[in-house]
């Protein structure tokens, strides 16, 4: 079956700053790669997803890149503020209809002001 | 809309009693999910409804019996459960459609089993 791998699993970063979340896959029919956001207390929140596809996607402030080749998909989050803290998951599946995901284990990004 | 709710927020149980947990979406989808979230850790897959049929059910315990009504409702009924199934359980919705993957999740039911 699919395996997620998330790095890095803590990430600090000063207000103002970029992150970057990275997630690599295994299994190459995956072809949808979503990204989630669950603050304290919530469920997870769909922020952005990409297609195999195409190899970039951007909304505002966030954006995803993909690389088929070499099975990784990276979440990118430039100007950060203090409410971009939260768990952020990576995720894959084959969309064969409903899709099954397979989710890495989650970066806990802080935003400091 | 894209929004998925969840009933009750918060749930106590005895090992010894029933209950139910709650899940609606309005957004048309036909492929509806239950996940369990233990804390620091991502969603795990517990089962899968499409057209109302479950699809998949992965190897979860007899304890949890799943029931999707009608294309909008998914209900999760508990009973005898043990303090290990303490958790977050979280309902998803999608659209089933290979164009439409987008998987929308509610805001959870956090249980506790004494």
């Known amino acids: 079956g699919e395996n997620v791998e998330q790095h890095p699993s803590t990430l600090s970063v000063q207000e103002g700053d970029s992150a970057v979340i990275k997630c690599t896959y295994s299994?190459?029919?995956?072809?949808?790669f979503p990204w989630y956001k669950q603050e304290l207390g919530k469920g997870p929140q769909l922020i952005i997803d990409i297609r195999s596809n195409v190899g970039e996607k951007k909304d505002q402030r966030i954006a995803v890149t993909l690389n088929k080749t070499a099975k990784h998909f990276s979440l990118h989050i430039t100007e950060t503020q203090p409410e971009d803290s939260a768990v952020y998951f990576c995720a894959a599946s084959f969309n064969s209809g409903y899709s099954t995901l397979t989710f890495g284990k989650g970066t806990m990004l802080l935003v400091s002001p | 809309d894209t929004e998925v709710t969840q009933t009750p927020k918060h749930l106590v149980m005895g090992m010894t009693n029933k209950k139910s947990l709650k899940c609606e979406q309005h957004?048309?989808?036909?492929?509806m999910y239950w996940y369990k979230q233990k804390a620091k850790k991502p969603p795990e897959l517990m089962f899968v409804?499409?057209?109302?049929?479950?699809?998949i059910n992965e190897s979860v315990p007899s304890r949890f019996s799943p029931e999707c009504p009608n294309s909008s409702l998914l209900n999760l009924h508990l009973h005898a459960l043990q303090p290990e199934d303490s958790a977050l359980y979280l309902c998803?919705?999608?659209?089933?459609?290979?164009?439409?993957?987008?998987?929308?999740f509610g805001p959870g039911t956090r249980l506790t089993v004494t």
């Open positions: 957004m048309g989808h036909r492929a």
């Open positions: 299994d190459s029919a995956s072809n949808y």
């Open positions: 998803a919705s999608s659209p089933l459609d290979r164009g439409i993957p987008e998987q929308y």
């Open positions: 409804y499409s057209y109302e049929k479950l699809s």
